[in-house]
């Protein structure tokens, strides 16, 4: 027998066999339950989309269920382990993940799931009361005003488009015209703006003659600083 059979075996009999018991697999797969239900819990509070997909927030649940009964079972036989990473490896995803944020919390769930799996409970439990407390507190630290959206309709002319412009000057911080539309004697105008005084910016723009509609809006979009 040369050297190359010898190392292949020691190596085999090393790493072959290492049984996990029932009542181990019980407990991780409990555990790994329990810290799911949490991330579904963390998720739910923590999103601000107008459709919150329940769906997305099951899947989260079950990817670290998942994640933790594939490292369970690669860690009792490497050869195993071996050929299904070579399975795994031709699955292909083509969701698009449109929220970062739906991504923090996908690797949050494979990562309790590798950690229940390799039975570091520990790291599982404290590592996502870190991550809560740091994605919370980033949440409520404050950060610019996103900027609102004003849209008016009025009878078109130059002398209106410039009462319009100076009340909207007069009463914000910052103001860009987004859009400009004439179409024969109505004016379609679309601006982003900051301001304090939203109230009185409407009720100066509804009193101005000529001006039909006046709507301001707010949106949890990009941040302009």
Request: charged fraction near 20%.
């Amino acid at each position: 027998m040369n050297f190359k059979s010898i190392f292949k075996n020691s190596f085999l009999e090393a790493f072959a066999q290492n049984e996990v018991s029932a009542g181990e697999v019980t407990v991780i797969l409990l555990s790994t339950c329990v810290i799911a239900l949490y991330i579904f819990l963390v998720y739910r509070m923590i999103t601000r989309k107008t459709f919150y997909s329940k769906n997305f927030n099951i899947s989260l649940a079950a990817l670290s269920l998942i994640t933790a009964i594939v490292i369970l079972t690669v860690q009792s036989n490497i050869v195993l382990s071996l050929g299904m990473v070579g399975a795994l490896s031709i699955v292909r995803f083509r969701t698009a993940i449109k929220d970062p944020m739906d991504l923090v919390f996908l690797f949050w769930a494979i990562s309790v799931g590798i950690a229940c799996g390799a039975g570091m409970l520990e790291i599982a439990v404290i590592g996502s009361l870190v991550l809560t407390a740091l994605i919370f507190v980033l949440d409520r630290l404050p950060m610019a005003k996103a900027a609102m959206i004003l849209v008016i309709s009025a009878q078109a002319g130059k002398e209106r488009t410039e009462q319009i412009t100076e009340l909207v000057k007069k009463h914000s911080k910052y103001y860009k015209v987004k859009s400009r539309n004439i179409t024969g004697e109505q004016l379609d105008m679309v601006m982003e703006l900051w301001s304090s005084k939203e109230e009185e910016l409407t009720e100066e723009l509804a009193a101005l003659p000529g001006i039909h509609s006046v709507s301001l809006l707010s949106h949890d979009g990009e941040v302009t600083f």
